[in-house]
């Protein structure tokens, strides 16, 4: 497809269950963004990988978060142990080359039960 | 720290109204971006417009226009003559460092409708 595709739209899983998020940007774009966006923290960055350098791992809000990204091109978001607290909808972005315009996916909807 | 406030939460209009976003920053690095995001009901967040900070030049492009002021920590967005179609929550976002979607602090966002 044309834009950044997101999968699954929806997930629900049960507390303390494990769960992967996947991305797939738009073909060419080196760089990919990972934010989560919540009812009460809003928007708040993840993570960011650029081609084949050391990820920014800055935003990631505990040791049970934690993403790859394969062959520069599909990444995955992990989440251990899932939380209540981690319900929220994850968005993915990629760009070309760091560059300001960024394009999103449509985000996973995780809710935790 | 970083921070962004965008005070108004909800906004509504009348189709062919203007209408401003308010966005305020705030921020201790002299060399900073700014960025405004759309996002409409299918939940993507659509790119509009980044600033640099030594860049206080005003932009217009169609029916969007951004006023940038230093002076006050401000950057906001007027929509002319809106449409329906402008409906949507409307992101400010700040980097300390990065002109890309890298380690972005956004506002709570600014919920807009505009009502035929």
């Known amino acids: 497809g044309a834009g950044v595709s997101q999968s699954p739209s929806n997930k629900v899983t049960e507390k303390g269950k494990d769960v992967e998020l996947r991305c797939d940007p738009i073909s060419g774009h080196t760089a990919l963004y990972w934010y989560r966006q919540s009812l009460g923290q809003g928007l708040e960055f993840l993570i960011y990988?650029?081609?084949?350098?050391?990820?920014?791992k800055s935003g990631l809000p505990s040791d049970r978060f934690s993403a790859e990204r394969t062959g520069g091109s599909v990444s995955t978001l992990t989440i251990q142990r899932t939380q209540q607290e981690d319900s929220a909808v994850y968005l993915c972005?990629?760009?070309?080359?760091?560059?300001?315009?960024?394009?999103f996916g449509q985000g996973t909807r995780l809710t935790v039960v | 720290a970083q921070k962004v406030t965008q005070a108004q939460t909800e906004i509504s209009v009348v189709e062919k109204e203007d209408v401003t976003l308010d966005c305020v920053y705030e921020t201790r690095d002299t060399t900073y971006y700014l960025f405004w995001y759309k996002q409409p009901p299918s939940g993507e967040l659509v790119f509009l417009i980044r600033r640099n900070s030594f860049d206080e030049q005003n932009e217009i492009s169609g029916r969007y226009s951004w006023n940038f002021q230093k002076s006050t920590s401000s950057f906001n967005f007027t929509i002319t003559a809106s449409q329906v179609v402008d409906s949507a929550v409307y992101f400010c976002?700040?980097?300390?460092?990065?002109?890309?979607?890298?380690?972005?602090?956004f506002g709570s966002g600014t919920q807009l409708t505009v009502l035929p």
């Open positions: 976002a700040l980097s300390e460092r990065y002109g890309s979607a890298r380690q972005l602090t």
């Open positions: 972005a990629s760009s070309f080359r760091g560059k300001s315009e960024a394009f």
């Open positions: 990988f650029q081609g084949n350098s050391a990820p920014d």
